[in-house]
């Protein structure tokens, strides 16, 4: 095993920060965090996930649409996981200042996406009725890994983090870590990735009769003045004879969704995992950014026709309205939180594997007050998730859907230490159990939505998930 990185035992029975964290830790008399960040050598981020067989229930997995950024956590050094009706944005951040308090970072100044980071999301709804579907997932569940991989600039870095307690055995703390450490870096180069083959499940729609009279209704209700727009969801559930596999999924998703967001986030023996084209809000240093995405056609078959489709998208009144309304809402979002602000006059197209959209992107300076998860607040959720007016809007798809939306559509990411990261709205995703998945879509309804039409835009926003579980997407 030529060039493979080995933690040798007495580098990590000397691990910097560790005797100083066991010392603060005692004279403070409280748990205090130490970070260690190193690169290693070259790997797949995927086979580092998926050999991580022991740490199943707190892997996650995270990877921008540029794939600047790539992220794996697997163990959990730490846990933030809250129902809570209100505030879950203000506790999960005055949580995460409370735990970086005293913290010991080796080396003080590392890459992006490197260091103490959280990785997690949120609920859709917090005042939406609960059900078993989405057990062991709360309004909001955060991660510290215990073992983080970055990927990041064509290099890969591994942070181990550790939240030590007064009175704690340093040496045989620092022993455990470098088992573990060599363990996980070992499995992850040996581990082969494969193409994995094709599944054969069933399908079942969960009362598609229902949802298209509840668009039906809403359009009405639109065209009378209740409200602007509202996102409303559906849900396959899938069933198969052997077990799923978030592997598998993510693997297929890579490789059939390069241009969006891929996520996974697992809790207990469930995985929700997806391929999103949408960014909430990220923060990098002093700037924040965010897009607006809405309006929906199909792809072409063939070049000429994906052009043409395209542009009818891009003249047509109904998806030219309803992408207005976002760029509406997220343009005043971000002149309450920011400065600066940057929004194009008109939107370009952002086409994926499946459908192209409408795309607008939003940019500004943070005011001093405002963090990323203020914002993520501010904006969640947007137009294009929810609807508008904001609260109406929630209030009509909690009183009317019909369903659990758990964290469907909802923020799901990351946050450093210093403040940054980035959220994306968690659509083109399933949720997966054992031999059963549920997956979700849904569509922008306003006062001339024919229900027809809206219930053919979710079979178009069904394929990536449907092919992501072996399917072919159809």
């Known amino acids: 095993m030529g060039g493979r990185t080995v933690t040798t035992m007495r580098e990590l029975h000397n691990l910097a920060g560790l005797k100083e964290g066991a010392a603060r830790a005692r004279r403070e008399q409280r748990p205090v965090l130490v970070s260690r ?9 995927l086979s580092f996930f998926a050999s991580a067989t022991g740490y199943r229930g707190t892997r996650n997995f995270w990877s ?24 879950s944005y203000l506790k999960t951040g005055q949580e995460w200042d409370h735990l970086l308090k005293g913290a010991i970072r080796v080396p003080a100044e590392a890459p992006t996406g490197t260091g103490p980071l959280l990785l997690g999301g949120f609920s859709f709804d917090p005042l939406a009725g609960k059900t078993p579907l989405w057990e062991g997932f709360f309004d909001a569940s955060f991660i510290l890994p215990q073992f983080l991989l970055t990927v990041t600039g064509g290099e890969c870095w591994l942070t181990v983090n550790v939240l030590l307690h007064p009175g704690e055995d340093v040496e045989q703390r620092g022993k455990m870590l470098a088992e573990q450490e060599d363990e996980l870096l070992e499995a992850a180069e040996d581990f082969h990735l494969f193409p994995p083959a094709r599944a054969s499940f069933d399908v ?7 949802w298209k009279k509840t668009v039906a209704t809403a359009a009405r209700e639109i065209r009378e003045g ?8 559906r849900q396959l559930r899938v069933q198969s004879e052997t077990s799923f596999s978030p592997e598998a999924g993510l693997y297929r998703l890579r490789e059939r969704q ?14 929700f995992l997806g391929a999103s084209p949408e960014r909430l809000v990220k923060r990098e240093g002093e700037r924040l950014y965010s897009t607006c995405l809405a309006g929906t056609t199909r792809r072409g078959e063939d070049p000429e026709e994906d052009r043409k489709l395209g542009e009818e ?4 009144p109904k998806n030219e309205g309803e992408h207005a309304v976002v760029v509406h809402m997220i343009r005043e979002a971000f002149q309450q939180g920011c400065s600066q602000v940057r929004v194009p006059d008109s ?15 939003v940019e500004g300076t943070p005011l001093p007050e405002t963090t990323l998860l203020s914002m993520v607040q501010q904006l969640h959720p947007t137009p294009a998730l929810g609807g508008f007016p904001q609260k109406e809007a929630v209030a009509r798809i909690r009183e009317t859907e019909g369903m659990d939306r758990g964290w469907y559509s909802a923020p799901v990411g990351w946050l450093d230490y210093r403040g940054d990261g980035e959220f994306a709205c968690a659509i083109r995703s399933g949720l997966i159990r054992g031999r059963e998945a549920s997956l979700f879509a849904g569509c922008g309804i306003v006062g001339d939505s024919e229900p027809d039409s809206e219930y053919e835009e979710t079979k178009l926003k069904f394929k990536p998930m449907l092919s992501a579980l072996g399917g072919d997407g159809r």
Do not use: I, M
Request: some cysteine; aromatic content about 6%; overall charge negative.
């Open 64 to 87: 921008d649409p540029d794939r600047e950024v790539t992220l794996v956590g697997v163990g959990a050094a730490w846990k933030l996981e809250t129902h809570t009706r209100e505030d």
């Open 204 to 210: 079942v729609e969960v009362e598609p009769d229902r």
């Open 258 to 271: 390069p241009h969006s967001f891929l996520f996974a986030v697992e809790r207990g023996e469930a995985c």
């Open 347 to 361: 939107p370009t197209l952002y086409r994926v594997r499946d459908v192209q959209h409408l795309f607008t992107p």
């Open 37 to 45: 960040t190193r690169l290693v050598n070259s790997l797949d981020p």
């Open 313 to 316: 998208l891009l003249s047509d």
């Open 226 to 233: 209740a409200l602007e727009k509202v996102v409303l969801a």
